[in-house]
């Protein structure tokens, strides 16, 4: 793929990111504040400091990972399907993918949460004590009113809260996307035809192993090197820290030339350049 087609292919993929990033940070931040509130009011009331173990609940994140999953991955999923079907013979119909996609995306979530959930929620309880436990000590802070130290940690702790909803969808929401478009590609042309690109985006923040692997193009079912690391997809949870965290690559597959393919290509698209088959993923709506 030329660099221009990567510069638009990252340009339309970052707008959707963003997109689905901004819903589901807004639906997290709405849990931190309530379960940070929760733990404000007992400690007015009651002064306490630890042991808030009916807050910050692992069944709520397990739940808030699928649905990051599945919203995300939903919305890469329609998005690589409705800029393809250009080049398909055969009408295609989303639908017929709908309950097979959520459930995908679902399991991905719920596998994810599995190794983050603990640390996340442990977080969570540790900053709200912390805090609670060292404005005891505050002089300042002890001499104001319930009120007024009700409105002081409640501005602390949605700060806080808007920190960690974001960290946590940014970093689950670049494994999502890619995972999305790899399984919508994945239906329609199947793994065996397909090949993969890592696209990096190029805007003087990224890291410089991603900037080495832009423009590295695979089979479908094999893996990038990415900083000395095999790597699925860009944001793949089996990488690591330095690797994964605020990636914002993006994984383009498209079906090798004269591919048998699921769904039939038209005339045009068989044996075109490589470039010509990303290019109609641009759709930024």
């Known amino acids: 793929m030329s660099s221009f087609e990567g510069d638009k292919y ?28 929760k733990g404000v009011e007992v400690f007015l009331l009651s ?49 017929d993918f709908k309950d097979t996609w959520e459930r995908q995306f679902a399991s991905e979530g719920e596998r994810i949460a599995a190794v983050r959930v603990v640390t996340v929620q442990g977080t969570a309880k540790k ?18 009113g319930a009120v007024e130290k009700g409105r002081i940690l409640r501005q602390r702790f949605n700060k806080l809260g808007t920190y960690q909803a974001e960290r946590i969808v940014r970093t689950e929401a670049t494994n999502a996307a890619n995972f999305g478009v790899m399984q919508s590609a ?33 089979d479908f079912n094999d893996k990038f090197k990415v900083g000395g690391e095999d790597l699925d997809r860009a944001g793949d949870p089996a990488g690591s820290a330095g690797n994964v965290i605020n990636c914002r690559c993006a994984i383009a597959p498209f079906p090798k030339p004269e591919a048998d393919t699921i769904r039939p ?11 010509q088959l990303i290019k109609p993923i641009l759709n930024e709506n």
């Open 265 to 275: 290509l038209n005339q045009i698209a068989v044996g075109v350049a490589q470039s």
């Open 186 to 218: 994945t239906d329609i042309y199947g793994k065996s035809n397909l090949q993969k690109e890592w696209i990096t985006s190029l805007d003087g923040r990224e890291r410089e192993a991603h900037a080495a692997a832009n423009g590295q193009i695979v």
């Open 10 to 37: 990252i340009r339309a993929y970052t707008k959707q990111l963003l997109k689905g990033e901004t819903s589901e940070v807004r639906r997290l931040k709405r849990f931190y504040q309530t379960e940070y509130n």
């Open 127 to 144: 900053e709200l004590e912390k805090t609670l436990q060292r404005l005891m000590t505050d002089v300042d802070f002890q001499s104001r």
């Open 47 to 95: 002064g306490k400091t630890n042991n808030f173990n009916d807050l910050f609940q692992k069944n709520d994140y397990d739940k808030i990972y699928e649905s990051i999953y599945v919203n995300i991955g939903l919305r890469f999923a329609n998005w690589y399907a409705d800029n393809i079907t250009r080049f398909i013979k055969k009408e295609l119909d989303k639908n």
